[in-house]
């Protein structure tokens, strides 16, 4: 994003992740699923590896030259330990060097986090959760889905009003 303004934007749905058997080792929250439009038989079915993910995201990221740049997120700790995981599930064993090497971050920050921000700046709202932060500087989803993208893209839309009211100030 430049601003509020979206430059580019991907979205990819990942599949569970497995063991070297093909056995899930990790499921999707019911509640996730419940407020995504997605099903579990289709997460199965139509979700990426993983490891695919972090190589295609590291070519968008190239692609925008968005290695340093600040990443956004509404709820930055949950985001960031979930990136990490990501990253640690990307890595491999080297049988050769005989260790496991990670695979190297695509997007390296800083991270910042729209939610902490917004309940440091004094809006003085009631909740702090992404619908009603977005609704008090005029933003709102285009759809009902609740999906990651159009997550990604409010808290970034919020960043930006918050860092212009800061700005303003």
Not at 16 to 36: F, Q
């Amino acid at each position: 994003m430049e601003g509020s303004d979206v430059v580019d934007s991907k979205e990819w749905l990942l599949a569970p992740p497995t063991d070297k058997n093909g056995n899930i080792t990790r499921e999707y929250a019911v509640n996730a699923l419940e407020i995504s439009s997605y099903t579990w038989p289709q997460i199965k079915r139509d979700g990426m590896p993983i490891a695919a993910v972090m190589a295609e995201l590291t070519g968008f990221a190239a692609a925008h030259n968005a290695h340093g740049l600040t990443v956004v997120a509404f709820n930055a700790p949950f985001d960031l330990g979930w990136y990490s995981e990501c990253l640690f599930l990307s890595g491999s064993w080297n049988q050769h060097l005989r260790r496991f090497e990670t695979f190297v971050p695509p997007l390296v920050g800083p991270w910042q986090c729209a939610r902490l921000l917004a309940v440091t700046s004094g809006l003085g709202l009631e909740r702090y959760d992404l619908d009603t932060v977005a609704r008090h500087f005029g933003l709102s989803r285009s759809t009902e889905k609740h999906g990651a993208l159009e997550d990604a893209i409010l808290a970034g839309r919020i960043y930006s009003a918050l860092r212009l009211e800061k700005v303003a100030a």
